[in-house]
Every structure is written in C-alpha cells, then in structure tokens.
C-alpha cells in the first residue's frame, strides 16, 4: 500500500484525544498527537460520570484536533482516512467523536473508518514496530474489559477467556475505593503498593487454578471490602494500607499472568501481547518479563503511554484496515456494546 495519513479520534471514555499516522501497513510513524485527560474532573465524583465526560469532549476535540493538524502541518485535504473509535464505551462520549469524525469527513471529503477500541488496544503494540507475526494471543485489560484473545490476522479474533463479572481495571478501581484512594484506581494502588508486605493479607486468586481461560474479579473485591470492614482501624493505618494494596496488586497480577501462560501453552503460540490500561502497571510488566524468560514467550506491552486511552492507536488500527482495504460497513454508528469477537 502506499503510504496514507490517518487521523485518529479518540472520546470513547474519559479521555479526549487526537492524533496523526502516517504508515503503509508496515511501518510508518506519529506525525503529532494530543491528549486531554478527564481523570482530575472525575475523580472528584469518585468515578466516571457520563453526561460530564460528553461535554467535556465536545468542548476540547475541535481544539485538539486543529492542534495535532498543526503540529502534523497537515492541512484537510491531505488526509486518507479519518479513524475513530465507533465502540465499546459511553454512548455519549462515543458520540461526540463519531458525530464530528463524520461531520469532518463529510465537508472535506475524506472516508471516515469506524475503529473497535479494544481492536485499537490490541494493535497497539505496532505504533512503536512490535506488532508480532499472526498468530500471537493477546491480553486485553482495561477499565471494562478483561479478555484473552487469539489473533490469526487484523479482525480475525477468537475470545480464549474473559472475565465473567469485573474487569480486572474496574477491580483496582473498586477496591482503590475501599482503601480511601482516588480514581482512577490503578495507578494509585500500585503507589500506595510501594514497600508494602504483599504476603500479609492473603487474599484468593479467583479462578487461576483449573486451566480454563476465564477471570473473576468480583471476589477478590469482596475479600477486600471483609477485611476493611472488619479492620476498622485498617484505613489509619498507613503501614496496614500499603501491605494490602500490594496485596491486591500481586493477586491480581498473579492472576492475570497465570492465565497468559495458560494461554500460550493452550495455543502453541510464543507471542504475546498484553495492552490496555492495566497493562501500565509495573509489577505486571516485570512478572510478564520473568514469565516470558521462565517459559521462552516473547511478551509485547506497549509503552505506558500508549497502554492508556490514546489517539495514535486509534489512527494505527486505521491505517492497518486500510492497507487490508476494510473500509466501513455501509451503515454504522456509535456502538456501545460491540464485542470484539463473535
Ligand atoms: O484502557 P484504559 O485507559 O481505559 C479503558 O478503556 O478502560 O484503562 C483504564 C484502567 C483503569 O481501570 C485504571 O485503574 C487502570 O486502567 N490502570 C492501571 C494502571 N494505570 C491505569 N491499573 C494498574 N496499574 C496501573 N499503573
Ligand atoms: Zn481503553
């Protein structure tokens, strides 16, 4: 393919960002990309708050995107493809980027490409060059989901596992909760994790034995919620607080890497991907890099920042559709629930 530029739309949570991709399908690289993060308005509710994340997005992205238009030096006419992301997320604040990717599309006449946001997560991997050869299996975590995934080829996905009440984001988030901590919650258990004792509270790691590929969550954030509820004085005590957090967080890790391995093994596959927020997380990226020289996998984790929600992902899934010629469907729209894999 020859080489295209993509800009990438991003709105489908509490992020708002855009960005620009040049790319051929092989390589390519970030011509100029933004982000405008919600995370302080939010945590002030303790949580997502959807009507106040749609408006937040309507009143940031016709900026950010002149933004990263400028910063590309890139003017309308010179782009391909609009990408954006059409699903899973809050309908509100899908909406606002679908409604001005297709508003933008429209007046400069450039196709416009509805992008999976956990496709986008997965892929990501290839902004920076590390997209493995198909077919690699892939870790997905995020705030709303928790899946592994087998992946033959770009929209070619077979669900292996997936958890079967909370993700394993939405975990942190909930138990980060208990312990008095702000949202979003990953990133401060894994501070407050910092030289606690992680074998002091022993807490389950809900469905790790037994082979099979799917999560739970949802009990170990019971675990949690006894043992503040029964240790009153737990949440004063700063010492007791960072041995539970960095239990939480080896539990979860532990769980989550346990599947992978199970995974790969199950497959026959050496290459994985682990992408989405909770892929941030150091404790997870070192057991990974341990797993991986244990057991011979190759393991691919994106940059932190592109762990996150990110723009330039979203323009990368599109480029690669592109190059595959999958252009949109003749009818779309915003999807707040769309699985990934049928
Ligand atoms: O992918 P993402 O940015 O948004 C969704 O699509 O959900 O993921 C957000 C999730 C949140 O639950 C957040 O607590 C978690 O990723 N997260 C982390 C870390 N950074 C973000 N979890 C653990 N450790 C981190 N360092
Ligand atoms: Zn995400």
């Known amino acids: 393919m020859v080489k295209v530029r993509i800009l990438g739309i991003e709105t489908s949570c509490d992020e708002t960002a855009a960005a620009i991709y040049t790319g051929d399908g092989q390589a390519g690289r970030i011509l100029g990309e933004c982000l ?39 003017a309308w006419h ?6 954006v992301t059409a699903g899973p997320g809050l309908m509100g604040a899908l909406l606002v ?57 770009i929209g070619t996905y077979k669900l292996l596992g997936q958890t079967l009440d909370d993700a394993a984001g939405e975990c942190f988030d909930k138990t980060a909760r208990l312990l008095g901590l702000p949202y979003p919650g990953g990133p401060a258990i894994a501070e407050l994790a910092e030289g606690g004792d992680a074998e002091s509270f022993p807490l389950p790691r809900p469905l790790l034995k037994g082979g099979d590929l799917n999560f739970s969550f949802s009990g170990l954030k019971t675990a949690v919620m006894h043992i503040v509820r029964n240790n009153p004085k737990l949440v004063h ?41 909770v892929a941030a997380n150091a404790l997870l990226r070192a057991q990974l890099a341990t797993a991986a020289s244990e057991y011979g996998l190759n393991v691919h984790v994106p940059s932190l920042r592109y762990c996150t929600d990110n723009a330039a992902m979203i323009a990368y899934a599109g480029c690669q559709r592109l190059a595959l010629g999958l252009l949109a469907p003749e009818q779309w729209d915003a999807i707040p629930r769309w699985p990934l894999t049928r």
Request: net charge negative; proline share 5%.
């Open 36 to 74: 405008s993060s919600q995370v302080d308005i939010h945590a002030r509710h303790g949580g997502i708050v959807p009507e106040i994340a749609s408006r937040e997005h309507l009143a940031v992205l016709p900026g950010m995107v002149e933004e990263v238009m400028r910063e590309a030096g890139i």
């Open 78 to 83: 010179e782009l391909d493809a609009i990408a």
């Open 97 to 153: 980027g679908v409604s001005y990717a297709r508003a933008a599309g429209a007046v400069n006449n450039i196709p416009v490409l509805p992008i999976h946001h956990m496709e986008a997560h997965l892929l990501a991997p290839g902004l920076e060059g590390n997209l493995p050869a198909f077919p690699f299996v892939s870790l997905l975590v995020s705030g709303g989901h928790t899946m592994l995934v087998r992946v033959d080829g």
């Open 237 to 277: 005590d700063e010492s007791r607080r960072r041995d539970l957090a960095a239990a939480i967080q080896l539990a979860v890790v532990d769980v989550l890497v346990g599947k992978c391995k199970t995974a790969c093994r199950q497959e026959g596959i050496g290459e994985l991907i682990v992408a989405g927020g």
